[in-house]
């Protein structure tokens, strides 16, 4: 596994928006785009925003979102690593990161219908 820095930053980061544009880039490949470039919210319903970097270069390479749904559950949204970083650790990096700011913050259930997640639990 590289050695990674996760990073706090706010929904209007440049990073954070191009990473969320490569996100639905690659998601509306072979289909109509779902909604215009850089049409993705104000971010108002995402309660924390991260951004990976490898340690040794300082290039960013994945990011990843916590989102509060009316009704308080939450679940993990905008997760996104490039392609050349896939199976190195990130989306577990960004993964743990989310769920110990979750708990630190009295949310302890994240995931689809507000199914509990420990630490460790949410992988992709």
Do not use: K
Request: charge should be neutral.
């Amino acid at each position: 596994m590289q050695t990674l820095r996760v990073r706090q930053v706010p929904w209007s980061n440049p990073v954070g928006r191009g990473l969320r544009e490569a996100l639905r880039a690659e998601t509306d490949r072979g289909r109509r785009p779902s909604a215009p470039a850089g049409a993705d919210g104000d971010g108002a319903d995402v309660a924390v925003f991260l951004i990976v970097y490898e340690l040794a270069t300082g290039q960013p390479v994945g990011c990843g979102g916590l989102r509060v749904h009316p009704g308080g559950n939450t679940d993990v949204d905008y997760l996104y690593v490039l392609p050349y970083a896939r199976w190195s650790g990130v989306s577990y990096a960004i993964t743990e990161e989310l769920t110990s700011w979750a708990l630190a913050h009295g949310i302890a259930a994240v995931g689809p219908e507000g199914a509990l997640a420990p630490p460790g639990a949410l992988r992709f």
